[in-house]
Nanobody
Framework: QVQLVESGGGLVQPGGSLRLSCAASGRIFRVDAMGWFRQAPGKQRELVAGITSGGSTNDVDSVKGRFTITRDNTKNMVYLQMNSLKPKNTSVYYC???????????????WGQGTQVTISS
């Protein structure tokens, strides 16, 4: 089994910064793409940013220039640096990962439990 654990959420004022971390552990042979999603109350979960095992990234237009996704393949971790935060960025943030638990088997997608990010003065 594989577990993803997020950390780094909290309450910050508008214009502030937070760095989210997500660690994957368990039966892991290889991790392919990793990503960060968010879900605000009453809304669908949406992609914030994704990163391949090779380091190629993509993110939604609303966070370009403010959020940066990175990963450490040696530790099976993914990070989301969030700067210039706005109240509308308030959400529960989830990480996910495409994990191969064994060689020559397809990946499964795993999700973390989510971490609350609240932007408020």
């Amino acid at each position: 089994q594989v577990q993803l654990v997020e950390s780094g959420g909290g309450l910050v004022q508008p214009g502030g910064s937070l760095r989210l971390s997500c660690a994957a552990s368990g039966r892991i042979f290889r991790v392919d793409a990793m990503g960060w999603f968010r879900q605000a109350p009453g809304k669908q979960r949406e992609l914030v940013a994704g990163i391949t095992s090779g380091g190629s990234t993509n993110d939604v237009d609303s966070v370009k220039g403010r959020f940066t996704i990175t990963r450490d393949n040696t530790k099976n971790m993914v990070y989301l640096q969030m700067n210039s935060l706005k109240p509308k960025n308030t959400s529960v943030y989830y990480c996910n990962a495409e994990v191969h638990s064994y060689a020559y088997t397809p990946f499964r997608t795993y999700w973390g439990q989510g971490t609350q990010v609240t932007i408020s003065s």
